[in-house]
């Protein structure tokens, strides 16, 4: 197994652990404490750059550093915002972009509060300069002593006519600086995407005399990789474009207990918006599909409250119409409030950052559906009833955004929307973006691929050039295009995609400067010297270091192909990741290792609506203690059943699981536990199907006798008999023979209750179950002979060999 991989499994693995097994916490009352300012005030910074001032406290009660929340006091600059942190323990961030309009001095002061009141402050002085200007020293110089190698070097080594009256060519660039990327996430949050990149060197400006042409070289459209299939747009709504107001909500709630989870998507499991005690009541605006969750309006957003947690005193439960982020537009499909649209409006707001996402509706749990740029400007028509959303059209897509990351740049600003918004005119679609993502990044690499020959073949005429050659003219290397990834699964992937298209369209720009200078020089229109030869070849190596990381960086993402037998096996993607999971069958025992490197394993199966089944794990040697899990295969954290060994060497029985629909179901097993003696355990696990003999639930399948060996039971049909010899099998269990006892401490008359037979008493008698053979006549080898072995009391069965 690939070591990302297996971290797969763990990542769902822990996930399970702190929802399901989550402990509570403890609340004391101490004042949080600023330890870190980066930089340190006084901070100077230039006009026209990215600020960004990291700050990070601390608070002494335990678990309150999760809690923290930074602001800002005292006179700040306008456009400054605090931006809470990404996750717990990490610093919160204050950015801003100021101009050359705010040259100056401000003195401002930076807060924390924890979650009893408590508040730290500490000054702070930043100071805004004008942009100096920087001189760059990268001033190549030409060597007159000719370097004899068999591998061309990419330094200017002048042979043939001397050049004695060639100015000095001095780069007068001014150094570009990289950006800090602040991506605004789900949470509200920078998500930091740190981009590792190569040591870019100075970018030589063409020389006065150089003025690129226009090309008509086409790239061979048979060296093409075909662009990804685009989505037909679904049916125009009939409303498109009208206005809707959003109605009062007309069925209210009151929690019934404390500590009840409220999420931002309609499953367990899924990622919470917060928590609510006893007592806590608001309205709701929509149920779930299943009838099992309220939507309401949680902390500016949408959220879901799920029964029995809940009781309703007031209204009605059918009135309320059907919605769920994952699979229904925002608004309902006759009145989509997201998609596409062409409307435009007087109310205008501008991003006051980059990579904001435009969400499907206003809540964390919507689907992204585009990231804006920095101040980008767009329309906006109207705002949940909080006004913590607004409803925009961004490039087309009409979407919804947090009002906290946006400027209004019109009169009235959000006091001049109505809460509501307008209908989309083409209904929003969702895609297998992780599948659109990875094809993407192939997609990326082979473009790169395809632009070699093109920097080779610069490379090799600047080369002959910085030699003492001449200059080779006439057909070109091809230039190649940029590629700017589809704004869906570029907002979906953002922090990884967004610099590795930055990256690319930087090299392809690179390559094309070099190939028009190559053009500009044999035109005439620009004299091949030493200045010019030396800007191509600096070129040509900033683009050899791009590429080189470029394919560092992909090939890390991209997941290798994997092959197996979909008879045998399923494919299990999660986070980004694959993993080849083993199929369980039913009826069939399968086994395997846990150690100190293995210590999670998943399987699938394919179940069958309204069926039921029941799986068991079985720790029969070591001291492993496994938790189990079962969730549907494309949503692993919507668990099904869960269940944990209380002990070692005990059973764990996940019964009556009932499918809620025909599909493939993912089964994790995992024991993540510290412990003293090193992990070493061998495991079972056998799914059944019990639909029609539910009274089987209980009755265990898998145990283990006194010597420590593994004992699988008969498993039960339809009719409730337990199925004949060799309808069960236990490849790679490390066993003796397969034994059909389904309890070793099992009577004659439970025996019976079953449905078993005499050669399941004797199978139990063989197991050391010495009581069976204490009837009619005692210790004579026959058990059970007055209620099962009744017909050939001088039966033998030999529980060796298996044979009857």
Do not use: H
């Amino acid at each position: 197994m690939r070591r990302s991989a297996f971290w797969l499994l763990i990542s769902c693995a822990a996930f399970i652990i702190v929802i399901v097994w989550g402990g509570a916490q403890v609340v004391y009352a101490a004042s949080p404490q600023f330890t870190s300012f980066l930089p340190a005030s006084p901070a100077t910074y230039e006009a026209g750059s990215l600020i960004d001032i990291q700050v990070l406290a601390t608070d002494a009660d335990p678990g309150q550093t999760d809690t923290l929340v930074y602001s800002l006091g005292g006179t700040f600059p306008s456009g400054m915002v605090m931006l809470q942190p990404d996750s717990p323990g990490n610093p919160a961030d204050i950015v801003w972009e100021p101009d050359l309009g705010d040259v100056g001095t401000y003195n401002f002061t930076v807060l924390v509060e924890d979650v009893d009141g408590n508040i730290d402050s500490e000054p702070y002085t930043l100071i805004i300069t004008a942009p100096g200007t920087p001189t760059n020293t990268n001033t190549p110089t030409i060597t007159n002593t000719p370097t004899e190698t068999s591998t061309p070097t990419d330094t200017i080594t002048p042979g043939g006519p001397t050049l004695t009256s060639s100015p000095t060519f001095t780069a007068t660039a001014s150094p570009t600086q990289t950006p800090i990327i602040i991506i605004v996430t789900a949470t509200f949050t920078p998500t930091r995407s740190p981009t590792p990149s190569p040591t870019r060197t100075a970018t030589f400006p063409a020389l006065p005399t150089f003025t690129p042409i226009p090309t008509n070289t086409l790239i061979p459209t048979a060296t093409f990789i075909p662009p990804l299939p685009t989505r037909t747009p679904l049916p125009r709504p009939a409303n498109a474009g009208a206005f809707i107001p959003l109605g009062d909500g007309t069925v209210r709630f009151v929690v019934n207990r404390d500590g009840v989870n409220v999420r931002i998507i309609p499953a367990i499991g899924a990622q919470l918006a917060g928590i609510v005690n006893a007592g806590y009541t608001n309205v709701a605006d929509a149920i779930s599909g299943d009838g099992e969750w309220l939507r309401f309006e949680f902390e500016g957003g949408d959220a879901w409250i799920g029964f029995p947690t809940i009781s309703v005193y007031e209204g009605d439960l059918n009135s309320l119409p059907v919605a769920d982020p994952r699979t229904i537009p925002y608004g309902g499909f006759e009145n989509p409030l997201a998609g596409l649209t062409s409307m435009t409006s007087e109310s205008q707001a501008r991003s006051a950052f980059r990579g904001v996402f435009v969400r499907s509706g206003p809540g964390l749990g919507y689907a992204r559906l585009a990231a804006t740029t920095l101040n980008a400007q767009f329309a906006t028509f109207g705002r949940n009833r909080s006004g913590t959303w607004v409803q925009i059209n961004y490039e087309g897509t009409l979407g919804w955004i947090a009002t906290q990351y946006l400027e209004f740049v019109t009169p009235g600003g959000l006091s001049a929307l109505r809460a509501g918004g307008i209908v989309a005119e083409a209904l929003p679609y969702s895609e297998n973006t992780y599948g659109s993502y990875t094809d993407i990044l192939r997609l990326i690499l082979s473009r790169i691929e395809l632009a070699i020959p093109s920097l080779e073949g610069a490379r090799a005429r600047w080369t002959a050039v910085a030699l003492g050659g001449t200059l080779q003219c006439g057909d070109y290397p091809v230039k190649p295009t940029d590629y700017n990834v589809p704004i869906p699964v570029l907002a979906a992937f953002f922090g990884e995609l967004d610099p590795i298209q930055s990256d690319f369209n930087l090299a392809m720009g690179l390559l094309r400067q070099s190939i028009d200078l190559l053009e500009a020089s044999c035109e005439g229109r620009l004299a091949p010297d030493a200045g010019t030869t030396q800007q191509a070849l600096d070129l040509i190596n900033q683009v050899d270091a791009l590429f080189a990381e470029l394919r560092r960086r992909l090939q890390e993402l991209i997941p290798p192909i994997l092959e197996f037998d979909p008879n045998q096996a399923c494919l299990f993607s999660f986070n980004n990741r694959e993993q080849v999971v083993n199929r369980l069958v039913i009826n069939v025992v399968q086994s395997f290792t846990f150690n100190r490197d293995r210590f999670v394993n998943g399987f699938c199966f394919d179940g069958e609506v309204g069926r039921t089944y029941k799986l068991e794990v079985l720790a029969f040697r070591g001291n492993a203690r496994p938790r189990v899990s079962v969730s549907t295969f494309d949503n692993p954290t919507n668990f099904i059943a869960v269940g944990s060994a209380s002990s070692e060497r005990t059973l764990v029985t996940l019964s009556n699981i009932l499918a809620p629909s025909t599909g493939r179901y993912l089964v994790i097993v995992s024991d993540l536990e510290d412990r003293p003696v090193p992990l070493d355990s061998e495991i079972a696990i056998l799914l059944t199907d019990i639909t029609g003999v539910t009274s089987f639930a209980s009755v265990p399948n898998l145990s283990i006798d006194a010597a420590g060996n593994l004992i699988v039971a008969p498993v039960p049909n339809s009719s409730g008999v337990p199925g004949a010899p060799g309808a069960i099998s236990t490849p790679g269990v490390g066993t003796p023979a397969t034994f059909f006892c389904p309890n070793v401490t099992y009577t004659c008359a439970q025996l019976q209750a079953i449905g078993g037979n005499c050669d399941m008493a004797r199978a139990c008698l063989a197991q050391g179950n010495t009581s069976l053979d204490q009837d009619t006549t005692p210790n004579n080898g026959i058990p059970c002979e007055n209620i099962l072995c009744t017909s050939d009391p001088n039966a033998q069965f030999d529980f060796n060999s298996g044979d009857r």
